[in-house]
């Protein structure tokens, strides 16, 4: 099994998040680890907190251990079988820890898939790390919105 890399400050524990102060972590999934080592590296000199896998068995791990997760990055076509059961679990997270979102990224499309993409708000190649970067922190807000709401009618 390839080597994980935590994230760089310690989630909260399950049940215990405070959106005003804690940091969440982007958990990227992408079977390449090439790429994979490059976008975490680029996201961590940006001061993000990043959490990596190379499979769906990792991301699920990696999930449930470590609550402070906010937002999932994966590549599109891991998104069959196992990988679309992830995004089920990921979507419809229910409690302050559980809620995260899932950001798609795109290296090939077709004529039929483009706009199927664009219903999805999926991003597509070529990727900027500025574009990586912007969507990742409308997604992490959009993770605070969810957690914060769900902690209130939990609370």
């Given at each position: 099994?390839?080597?994980?890399?935590?994230a760089?400050?310690?989630?909260?524990?399950?049940?215990?998040?405070?959106?005003?102060?804690?940091?969440?972590?982007?958990?990227?999934?992408?079977?390449?680890?090439d790429?994979?080592?490059?976008?975490?590296?680029?996201?961590?000199?940006?001061?993000?907190?990043?959490?990596?896998?190379?499979?769906?068995?990792?991301?699920?791990?990696?999930?449930?251990?470590?609550?402070?997760?906010?937002?999932?990055?994966?590549?599109?076509?891991?998104?069959q079988?196992?990988?679309?059961?992830?995004?089920?679990?990921?979507?419809?997270?229910?409690?302050?820890?559980t809620?995260?979102?899932l950001?798609?990224?795109?290296?090939?499309?077709?004529?039929?898939?483009?706009?199927?993409?664009?219903?999805?708000?999926?991003?597509?190649?070529?990727?900027?790390?500025?574009?990586?970067?912007?969507?990742?922190?409308?997604?992490?807000?959009?993770?605070?919105?969810?957690?914060?709401?769900?902690?209130?009618l939990?609370?």
């Amino acid at each position: 099994m390839p080597h994980m890399q935590r994230a760089e400050s310690p989630a909260a524990p399950a049940g215990h998040f405070h959106p005003a102060n804690d940091e969440l972590a982007v958990l990227l999934l992408n079977e390449k680890t090439d790429i994979l080592d490059e976008v975490a590296a680029l996201l961590r000199r940006r001061g993000l907190p990043v959490v990596v896998a190379t499979c769906i068995a990792q991301a699920r791990r990696q999930l449930a251990q470590q609550p402070g997760i906010g937002v999932v990055v994966a590549d599109v076509s891991l998104l069959q079988g196992d990988g679309l059961a992830l995004a089920a679990q990921v979507l419809g997270g229910t409690r302050p820890a559980t809620a995260v979102e899932l950001l798609l990224i795109a290296g090939y499309e077709d004529a039929a898939s483009g706009p199927v993409l664009d219903r999805l708000g999926v991003l597509r190649e070529p990727l900027t790390l500025r574009g990586i970067e912007q969507a990742i922190h409308q997604a992490m807000g959009r993770t605070v919105v969810r957690r914060t709401a769900l902690q209130r009618l939990d609370g």
